[in-house]
DNA sequence: GAGTGGTCTAGACCACGGT
DNA sequence: CCGTGGTCTAGACCACTCC
């Protein structure tokens, strides 16, 4: 007998979905078809559905049935990087982009009022300040401004900076990342904008402020990536 | 006997983790405990948990808990606009900003090769073009450059324009809007940007590309916002 | 080993869509 | 009216965390 779990069935609806085999009506079948089909119950069809449906692939409809949404090489795109999203590929500042990485500043500083609100860590705890140049193509594309808790990730060293500090927390320290927050904004270039990247003719970059969790709800991180306009390009799908 | 649904529990769990009642270990009580105390199944109770976990308010750990999340000021107003997202509050486009809307431009016109290629729009469909500023404080603050199918969207005019099309669609139409799927991104402004945007000193903007979808899973719109840098503010959430 | 959340089954009833 | 997905219950077993 075959195992078929949740997860396969995933995997084999999406490749149905996108090599277009439910394409006819544009629906997939009912969940008591696929129900007998995969022998499985049906909490089992409805996971892996769901699944679908945050990537944008799918979507349910009561009394109606569960429509493909149709496919275009635009919005192909989008759904690509939501499955990685939601998925287990993170695509983190940190290691997102390999190319190279050079390190433009390195403290440990004790947070003072003026960081605070602007990082959310409270006044007198020590942190990593780093500040590190991404280049990508031949350009300095991103510039990472992070602030590390000193007390829950300790001993960071420029050697663990140029590389990735990610894994270093999660191999080294054996710690769990459980939740990234984020805001993106457009900000004026400032003067450290101007040093370290190359922002061509625009005099804007897109600011990604993001604070990291831990699994015991500690936030560990923050951090603020400044992007050039081009590299700047971020997905996002709203269900109603 | 009183009922009480998924819903009231996830409204008094969110109310007792943003009174921070259950802050004491940074934990809430265990799923068996809610059971006992909402007399409900397991299946609600971890309903209203993973509603809590979507916003970014409390986490789920196997085998230890759910924890929760540090609330600052700083994060809280993300927790926010995410609640918005999930829930049923729609900042489509169209409605998040009701100051004053100043029609543009307004054609029909049959979507050509190079129309195609960025609205994903079939070669040869008749399409809505609609040109709209958006003013907010006195400030031409997004331009939105608007493209509906009008066989799916048809007769609309410049007076439903000028006030939400969105409402047209839902309302009189009764078509049911199903998935947005959106890009965000900057880019070098425009001639048409500096003439409908007061961009002040800044070169920029930020893009935000919608492709709408209704319940038949077909597109129907494809939409680009201009925003000035103040009033280009997003929020996301990453789970691993 | 005890306790926790994650996965899964089998079954019931309800709400909505289309005929 | 029938067929569909959405909600909910009751119970089982597994995987992980922590003592």
């Known amino acids: 007998?075959?195992?078929?779990?949740n997860s396969d069935i995933y995997t084999i609806l999406k490749e149905r979905v996108l090599s277009g085999q439910y394409n006819i009506k544009m629906r997939l079948p009912t969940e008591d078809a696929l129900i007998e089909e995969f022998n499985v119950s049906r909490y089992a069809i409805r996971k892996a559905i769901k699944q679908l449906v945050n990537e944008g692939l799918v979507y349910s409809v009561k009394g109606k049935g569960v429509v493909v949404l149709e496919q275009t090489p635009q919005t192909?795109?989008?759904?690509l990087s939501l499955a990685k999203i939601n998925g287990l590929q993170s695509l983190n500042s940190d290691q997102k982009i390999d190319r190279k990485t050079?390190?433009?500043d390195f403290q440990q500083i004790i947070v003072d009022e003026k960081l605070h609100q602007k990082t959310s860590f409270s006044v007198g705890v020590p942190v990593y300040a780093i500040k590190r140049v991404r280049r990508i193509n031949t350009k300095n594309a991103v510039l990472d401004i992070n602030y590390f808790n000193?007390?829950?990730v300790p001993e960071i060293t420029p050697e663990i900076a140029s590389g990735s500090i990610y894994d270093y927390i999660k191999k080294d320290l054996q710690m769990k990342i459980a939740v990234v927050k984020r805001q993106l904004r457009i900000e004026h270039a400032t003067q450290?904008?101007?040093?370290?990247?190359?922002?061509?003719?625009n005099n804007c970059v897109g600011n990604m402020v993001s604070f990291a969790f831990n699994d015991d709800g500690k936030q560990f991180e923050y951090t603020e990536s400044h992007f050039i306009p081009d590299n700047f390009i971020f997905n996002q799908i709203i269900k109603f």
Do not use: F, P, R, S
Request: charged share 20%; net charge negative.
């Open 1 to 5: 007998m075959v195992e078929t779990t």
């Open 76 to 79: 192909k795109e989008i759904n």
């Open 102 to 104: 050079i390190i433009a």
């Open 150 to 152: 000193a007390q829950i």
């Open 192 to 201: 450290i904008d101007y040093e370290h990247l190359n922002l061509g003719i």
